[in-house]
């Protein structure tokens, strides 16, 4: 069983950045970031392969943010960089013992809390 932990969310101004954590309590594959608004259906945000040497982005924040990890910390990243308000989201960390790089949500079996990420106008 394999637990996550997200850290980092907070509030920001439009064009701001932030960076977002996902400690996980044991090795991991592949980890991925999705987000949340109200009223809205969850969203793939980034997602990188166990040896961090392949990536995929969402359309929405692909240019903007950068997903990362260091196996050695068991830890993802989530860089944001000139974000917006359309942003605004609980953004929740994902992994799952696969290899490959997945966008579906139904293929990540371990998830976190979330950590809310706001960003004001």
């Known amino acids: 069983q394999v637990q996550l932990v997200e850290s980092g969310g907070g509030l920001v101004q439009a064009g701001g950045s932030l960076r977002l954590s996902c400690a996980a309590s044991?090795?991991?594959?592949?980890m991925g970031w999705f987000r949340q608004a109200p009223g809205k259906e969850r969203e793939f945000v980034a997602a990188?392969?166990?040896?961090?040497?392949?990536?995929e982005y969402g359309d929405s924040v692909k240019g903007r943010f950068t997903i990362s990890r260091d196996n050695a910390k068991n830890t993802v990243y989530l860089q944001m960089n000139s974000l917006k308000p359309e942003d605004t989201a609980v953004y929740y960390c994902?992994?799952?013992?696969?290899?490959?790089?997945?966008?579906?949500?139904?293929?990540?079996?371990?998830w976190g809390q979330g950590t809310q990420v706001t960003v004001s106008s």
């Open positions: 044991g090795r991991s594959n592949t």
């Open positions: 990188i392969n166990w040896n961090g040497g392949n990536t």
């Open positions: 994902a992994a799952d013992r696969r290899f490959g790089v997945t966008r579906i949500n139904e293929e990540y079996k371990y």
